[in-house]
DNA sequence: TGACATCGACAACCATGTTGTCTACAGTGA
DNA sequence: TCACTGTAGACAACATGGTTGTCGATGTCA
């Protein structure tokens, strides 16, 4: 088959993509709609423990004024709720709602359909296989699920 | 292994940006600079006949307005240029230079050494696996290397 | 106590897309 | 031949999601 570089690049963007439509399309349909992969992974950084604008910055490696903007996005939707915090005068807490949980897990339920889904298509072992070189090939990289500034593609 | 279905969209959206960040990276290396996936596409779907802003619009799903500001970058950059229509006095005709061909054909054989170093790492036949199963599981939407304005990801 | 760091807010800016509007020109049919 | 309709490209305004720079309030440490 020897397919060139480009379109591998390619299919794995359509991956990617095809994954994440999928996400996005489930959500907006359970009453999560608007909810974008970038607020899956402020919320999860957020319940990991970045309680404050600056801190959320750090850790996804994005300015602390990117990450306030996304912190007012999730309390607008009421992802998470913000007060002051008691111990510095300074800072404003962040906790994640019962509603950011909710659509957390329902990501999480959503994609692991999908990933079911793919499973049957191809086999259970073959999957698994396509995981592990997967892995090999891209490292460390996409396993801090933290981290990534590069989750800006998106649906749009 | 069993690893949940947000690993694998971020498994597939890290081998993605490796291969690109590699690509951007050498491209730069090599001349050309700031040359990013989007204007790789669109310098693609140029050279298979989208000689006009329009047209580019139209075959690479963005407002024509959008095309013709990715046409002024790629003017301004040299990889292609623009005359006048003999034929229609509303059209500006957009061709590639050698320059254009030249970023076209260094990028493919950085992603082919890219997914040659791979292939290495894993063996010729786990890729070569790893590629049919993506085929199956993205289906077409991956191969009209024309179409998407998913590409809006990026380096930045 | 004073120097310095950090927090969040605000403003300005950039990139890349969008829609809407405008003028020039092409094509078509009465 | 001429009016109508459609299309090309330019321009403006705006949305989104980032950036940097600055500022006042507050914490921290010598």
Redesign the pocket.
Known sequence: MSRSGADLALLFLGAYRSLVDTATTELAARGHAEF?P?HEFALRAIAAGAD????LGRRTS?????A???IA?LLERGYVVSSPDPQ?????RVEVTARGFDVMAQGEAVLEAARKRWEIQIGSAQLASLEAHLVILVGDAAIQADAP?WV?D?S?
């Open positions: 974008k970038v404050s604008a600056s801190d994005v300015s602390k004024q990117a306030a903007k996304t996005a510095d005068a300074r800072r404003k500034g800006a998106d749009q």
